[in-house]
């Protein structure tokens, strides 16, 4: 994580994240130990009911201690209390059995997806939609 932070050519650094901050329809939650920045996680605020996550990151050395399940899991309560339904993300095959084990389901497969990767699209329904329908 510090060196997709520090470095300039990251394509999510701190200038980025300053951008994300400012910007009112993304949002993004760290994790902490000792000021430590170990983890994070951004992603759409929701619009039709759905939040879509486009980063989720905690550093190797901390993982499998229950950080990533934490993030998620206030993500998702956070976007459910602003009226989403669903949680969309994608995944490489590596960390596919992580999201499924939180109630994540593949609904499809983008081959060469962001940065080359061959990801699985998946969702999570939090909620029933409250929204209108405005297709009939």
Known sequence: LEWMLNNPRSSFNKEKISGIIKN???SALG???ERKFI???Y???PIGGISYVHWFAVEPKFQRKGIGKT????WEN???EQGAHSVHLSADVRNLEFYKKLGYKVYGYDENSYFGSDDYLLKKDIQDPKEEKFLK
């Open 24 to 26: 009112t329809s993304v």
């Open 31 to 33: 994790a902490f130990l």
């Open 39 to 41: 983890g994070f996680i």
């Open 43 to 45: 992603g759409d605020l």
């Open 71 to 74: 993030l998620l899991g206030k």
């Open 78 to 80: 956070m976007v459910k």
